[in-house]
Each structure stands twice: as C-alpha cells, then as structure tokens.
C-alpha cells in the first residue's frame, strides 16, 4: 500500500504540485522507507512465522 502511494505522488504523467518544505519532509520519508524496506528481512517457507 505504501509503495503505491509513492508511485502515485511521483509520477511523471500527473504532477503533483506541492511546496518545497512539504516536498523536503516527503522525500525524507520516501527515502526512509526505501531503506527500511532494502534491508527488511525476507520470508522464506523454511523461517518461522510469529
């Protein structure tokens, strides 16, 4: 769902036009998240579920 958000916000067909502050604190998060997701760890049938 988060992923798709940001596709949405940064498309190049339909440009969203915000202030720069707003832009600034958006890439900050979008960054983040990117990060966080590079390093998530991901589930393989043979690791358990919790």
């Keep these: 769902m988060g992923l798709?958000?940001?596709?949405?916000l940064f498309n190049p067909?339909?440009?969203?036009?915000?202030p720069q502050q707003t832009?600034?604190?958006t890439d900050l998060v979008t960054?983040?998240?990117?990060i966080r997701l590079a390093?998530?760890?991901?589930?393989t049938?043979?690791?358990r579920q919790f």
């Design 39 to 43: 390093f998530k760890p991901s589930k």
């Design 13 to 18: 067909l339909f440009p969203v036009h915000l």
């Design 45 to 47: 049938r043979n690791q």
């Design 4 to 8: 798709l958000v940001i596709a949405i």
């Design 31 to 34: 960054a983040t998240a990117f």
């Design 23 to 25: 832009w600034r604190i």
